[in-house]
């Protein structure tokens, strides 16, 4: 990152770091092995169900353990994020992102009109993506948006593309469980995302910060999307608000699992589409 006025990262008080955060001890870790295995038990599935509509009532949070998803793959990408945030900052900003391409690298993301002390890199999951160009239903015009690839490290763009594909099966085995803990058939949330999807991979890189009382790496915020599958690394910095204490808790690392957020898309969906008692 380039040397910044130090104004632009402070948070308000009320969101600034606090050591006194309570560790989730609690945070559901829900074993994905009746979904994952060759054969599962109707019983096994109904108790993941239960599990995975609990959690989501309760948290909207939650870590998957034996997910399916290779370790060497997850392995091979941290490595390649790693080896391109390491390059000099002229070198990242050859695959900068801008008005004809919202994916690529870029350092001045807000949150609630902060700024983060992060870098990032987005990649569409299919290239090219066609999405509205306006937001009338009406409207059928769209944009054809595509990704950039920086030359360094070699494979990059593979080993994402590979990762993707792993990341999609998983998202949609997750939210097949979700519409049966809603009493759904296993694909009808599946049906609004098949179409026009704009799924994407974010590598988040956190440089250390100089003035770590008062900055944040990213702001409180809500997820927009469906479902986001979060990868952690050793590092602990992941808080969650809890629904119901409305308390911030802070995610302990746990190797190979994912976090599942359940994000806003879902949510509004359900409300639109079906008449739930809440």
Not at 63 to 91: C, D, M, Y
Not at 96 to 106: I, T
Not at 158 to 169: A, H, V
Request: with cysteine; glycine share 4%.
């Amino acid at each position: 990152m380039e040397e910044e006025d130090q104004a632009l990262f402070i948070q308000e008080p009320q969101h600034r770091p606090s050591v006194s955060t309570m560790e989730a001890q609690g945070i559901p870790v829900i074993d994905l092995s009746p979904v994952t295995s060759s054969n599962p038990s109707l019983s096994s599935i109904d108790a993941l169900v239960k599990e995975i509509g609990s959690a989501c009532k309760e948290w909207g949070f939650f870590q998957v353990t034996n997910h399916g998803v290779p370790l060497s793959l997850r392995r091979n990408l941290l490595e390649a994020s790693k080896n391109f945030f390491s390059q000099s900052l002229q070198e990242k900003k050859k695959v900068s992102r801008d008005e004809s391409s919202p994916s690529g690298y870029y350092d001045t993301e807000l949150t609630r009109n902060v700024r983060d002390w992060k870098e990032v890199f987005d990649f569409l999951a299919k290239e090219p993506t066609f999405f509205p160009l306006t937001a009338d239903e009406l409207d059928d015009r769209v944009t054809q948006l595509s990704n950039k690839s920086p030359q360094h490290p070699s494979h990059f763009r593979d080993i994402i593309q590979e990762y993707i594909e792993e990341m999609e099966k998983l998202a949609f085995k997750l939210m097949e469980l979700i519409a049966m803990s809603l009493g759904l058939q296993p694909k009808r949330l599946e049906e609004f995302f098949m179409r026009g999807q704009t799924s994407l991979i974010r590598l988040n890189y956190y440089p250390p910060c100089p003035f770590p009382h008062i900055a944040l790496g990213v702001g409180p915020h809500k997820d927009e999307s469906a479902l986001t599958i979060l990868a952690q690394d050793e590092v602990e910095g992941l808080e969650v608000k809890h629904k119901t204490h409305q308390e911030w808790v802070r995610v302990k690392p746990t190797p190979n699992d994912y976090i599942i957020n359940v994000g806003d898309i879902i949510q509004v969906q359900l409300l639109q589409n079906f008449n739930f008692g809440m």
